[in-house]
């Protein structure tokens, strides 16, 4: 079996596509020696992905995010032979002879429009021909599937349900020690909230700032911080804009994207995490916040109950007076913090990389195997 994984976009956007990319590369390099990968990176990067011996890594030119990508890429797949190529942001090659599994990550460009800049507008409409394209669909959720099935007509057993999870380095660590070395690196507050996402309204900021404002405002939280990690995204200057206007500016920080490391650290040394996204197609900072052992607050809306169960504080994300009470339980209900600090471990146990690339590895071996096996001669009833 002959493999290709499009791995473009670990260069082009070190987000949430590439973490998934990135993870599931090594996890498959971990688990299966048989098999030939082609791993299809982008021209500046340099580095291959994983050394692992059936790991080849191989440039490709063909631009990321843009209405030319699709047939050129075809153009140059067509020097490589391969059984299957699977592409992690959806994108498949347009009239390649390849079989092609696509990972729909989430469908927010098509539930929240509004949310979308012209150019992602272009480029994100090619959706439904890449699905009707795929052999078979991988997304991160129930919630996800039946978005593809409703919204793009796709056949529900087109489609395989495969969780992500949190990298295995998030675990408990000290905090204390966390919380001082990031005070003393970013200059945050002791008592902070944290969010960590790309800085756009999708992912309702907006609505997290009026709710902290209320918070601070009516429930004694004038001590507390606001920290947000990640860098800005699609029309990130209305959130800017919303901070001025409720002069959050002393006790909100933004801090862009920082390094794997503080990451970790900054979930550790948060009182709470918050993330009350209008929708997600699976939601990977919750769960990375369960695995620190630092509750969480979420929607109630698509992919994030699926994700948190019972381990979080479920919220409307319409509602800022909601999201400020579930904030000011768990800045003072210390056996509530501590109730759900416990059950997001063992909901985060739940999830785990391997077995994301094993469920894969089987997509891949029964997409390669319905193409290599002819199809049966129809037998005519004699009625």
Known sequence: MRVGIDARLSYHQPAGISRYTKHLIEELAQLDRETSYTVFQHRKQREPLTNAPNFHRRTLFTPVHTRVEQPMLA????????????????????????????TVHDLAFLRWPHFLTESHAA?????????????????PSESTKRDVVKQLGASAKKISVIYEAAAPH????????????????YGI???????????????????????????????????????????PGWLYE???????????????????RVPDEDLHQLFVGARCHAHPAYYEGFGLSPLEAMACGTPTIVSNTS????????????IDPSDWEEIAVAMHRLLTEDELHKELSQK????????????AASETLDVYRMVCDRTSVPAAPAHHSSA
Not at 344 to 355: D, K
């Open 75 to 102: 153009a140059e797949l067509s020097f490589h032979t391969l059984d299957l190529l699977h592409s992690t942001d959806f994108i498949p090659p347009l009239r390649s002879r390849v079989p092609s599994v696509i």
């Open 123 to 139: 480029y994100y409409s090619q959706i439904d021909r890449a699905v009707s394209h795929a052999r078979h669909i991988i997304v």
């Open 170 to 185: 998030y675990v408990p660590l000290m905090q204390e020690e966390c919380l001082t070395a990031m005070q003393r690196k």
């Open 189 to 231: 507050p002791e008592k902070y909230i944290f969010f960590v996402s790309t800085i756009e309204p999708r992912k309702n900021i907006g609505g997290l700032l009026e709710a902290f404002h209320h918070l601070r405002k009516y429930y004694g939280g004038e001590d507390t911080g606001l920290v947000l990690a990640g860098k």
């Open 238 to 256: 209305e959130v800017y804009r919303k901070v001025e206007q409720l002069d959050l500016g002393q006790s909100t920080f933004f801090l862009g």
């Open 303 to 314: 992919s994030m109950p699926e994700v948190v169960g019972d381990a979080g504080l479920i």
């Open 344 to 355: 997001g471990l063992q909901r985060a146990s739940v999830f785990s990389w391997s077995r």
